[in-house]
């Protein structure tokens, strides 16, 4: 066994060290890795069950517990020490006349890492802590690596995403932020369901990629011999299925986009979409006011939350609704004669470093000047509408001013969080827009949507009027969570090899 882990180059000390006393635990007939161990109770139930009792009360309830050991204190013969399950810590004594002379020794080899099963009965301490006095301790785990020092833990980030494991084991706020995570996905669930939305699935991969403005990742299927895309949407099936008469329908799903990483991309993450037959685009500002506002009030107790210093007020009535063209006005501070030069704007953004495109629609333009000098200002929740159309593909476009579309997008601590929009249901129209974005696909827009006839051919056997809107999840969980990266947020994060 030693010298299996002398080959590898990180062999350290430490682990030099522990590999000698599981050496010595197997010379001694102990199994390093045992499944044998009966769990009948946990930290958290055997803790509350006694809280009350005092003195013989206690002795009643022999406990059968699992968990790592997380410290311990030895006193010769006898050794306080703490285990972690998944429902807390719990304090254990282990003393040499209890559980014997060779039970103890083989005890004493132990170390902080190591996942053990005890069985006994508690008592107070003299400072009354509940403890559970060992009757046996049960080798279940060997740990062969140290864990962090428990005062700094990991402090190097790129270490933490790396090793989530770890930092799990050792940071109690990032178990926190997962635990909070699951409870928003099952509250967001609950509350679409109660709306009356059926959860549906529906292809990650795709022949065409679609229902978003993204580069694609592709794939080759060999035994088809075709080429694949992973979604990145899941909008043109979810609108099938309005066609196919279901009215309210609902994914929570995995998408992966050839982009950048920052502290906002992650190119593998997780959006709910929802389309909603003979809804508008107004309908789902309200419906998403009253979901944000019920998912903080059941996760954060409170409709007022903190991110990274600000308050937001997420409860429903507080939010602002500006047009497109208004923020760029009244948020960004832009007159109209200016964003509508077409030189002008492009001069101006080349000057503030952005890459601009030859021959760039004026509405692709006009986007970025609100990346540049709107988005970053809508700190409390914002929904800008009446997008350009030629920037919203998909969307319906408005009955009063053709040049805009019934389509918002919700912007909160100046990120966006959903897109959202009355859906484009005439065929004609759709399949004119496609043209278009396949122009500039030929252009050289990788972003650009590409023609997607099977959809085509769906709206053309008549898709309800109807709305739908996308919400990414792990911008939500950041938002409720007071997380300033995406990657916090994620279990595993994309990260590139280590040499």
Not at 90 to 115: H, M, N, P, W
Not at 461 to 490: K, W
Request: hydrophobic share 40%; net charge negative; charged share 25%.
């Amino acid at each position: 066994m030693l010298e299996s882990f002398a080959a590898r180059d990180e062999l350290n000390e430490v682990v030099k060290t522990r590999v000698v006393k599981s050496c010595e635990l197997l010379d001694a007939g102990l199994r390093l890795y045992s499944n044998t161990f009966e769990r009948l109770h946990d930290a958290a139930g055997v803790l509350a069950e006694n809280e009350l009792k005092e003195g013989e009360a206690l002795g009643g309830q022999v406990y059968s517990v699992a968990g790592r050991i997380m410290a311990l204190r030895s006193f010769g013969k006898a050794t306080f020490f703490h285990i972690m399950d998944a429902s807390g810590r719990l304090q254990c004594y282990a003393a040499k006349e209890v559980i014997g002379d060779e039970a103890y020794s083989t005890f004493r080899k132990l170390d902080i890492g190591d996942i053990v099963g005890v069985v006994g009965h508690m008592f107070r301490t003299k400072t009354n802590e509940l403890t559970l006095e060992c009757h046996s301790v049960m080798l279940l785990t060997k740990s062969i690596r140290i864990l962090p020092d428990k005062y700094h833990g990991l402090k190097d980030v790129e270490i933490r995403y790396r090793q989530r494991y770890v930092d799990l084991l050792v940071t109690p706020r990032t178990k926190e932020i997962f635990r909070k995570r699951i409870k928003v996905v099952s509250e967001f669930r609950k509350f679409m369901e109660a709306e009356g939305f059926l959860e549906v699935e529906t292809p990650m991969l795709q022949p065409v990629a679609g229902g978003a403005t993204a580069k694609p990742f592709s794939t080759h299927h060999n035994a088809l011999d075709m080429k694949l895309y992973m979604r990145i949407a899941p909008e043109l099936y979810l609108k099938r299925l309005l066609v196919g008469g279901f009215e309210k329908v609902f994914e929570i799903n995995r998408n992966f986009r050839n982009e950048g990483i920052s502290t906002q991309h992650n190119p593998e993450f997780t959006m709910c979409e929802f389309y909603w037959a003979y809804a508008t685009y107004t309908d789902l500002m309200d419906i998403t006011e009253r979901l944000f506002a019920h998912l903080a009030q059941s996760v954060c107790g409170s409709t007022t939350i903190t991110y990274q210093g600000q308050e937001i007020n997420l409860a429903m009535g507080a939010w602002h609704r500006v047009s497109f063209y208004d923020s760029l006005e009244k948020i960004g501070g832009h007159t109209p004669d200016f964003y509508n030069d077409y030189t002008a704007v492009q001069k101006y953004i080349r000057q503030r470093g952005e890459k601009v495109i030859e021959g760039e629609k004026l509405a692709k333009l006009q986007a970025k000047l609100f990346d540049l000098d709107v988005e970053p200002k809508l700190i409390q929740p914002h929904f800008i509408y009446h997008y350009p159309t030629d920037i919203s593909p998909l969307s319906r476009r408005n009955d009063d001013n053709p040049n805009v579309t019934d389509r918002f997008e919700l912007f909160i601590t100046g990120r966006e969080i959903a897109n959202a929009f009355s859906e484009l249901n005439d065929p004609v129209d759709q399949r004119m827009r496609f043209e278009a974005q396949v122009a500039e696909k030929e252009a050289g827009d990788d972003e650009a949507h590409s023609m997607d006839e099977e959809y085509l051919r769906a709206l053309e056997y008549g898709m309800p009027p109807a709305a739908g809107e996308g919400i990414g999840i792990d911008r939500l969980i950041m938002l409720l969570t007071d997380s300033p990266s995406i990657r916090e947020v994620i279990l595993f994060p994309l990260l590139k090899p280590v040499n």
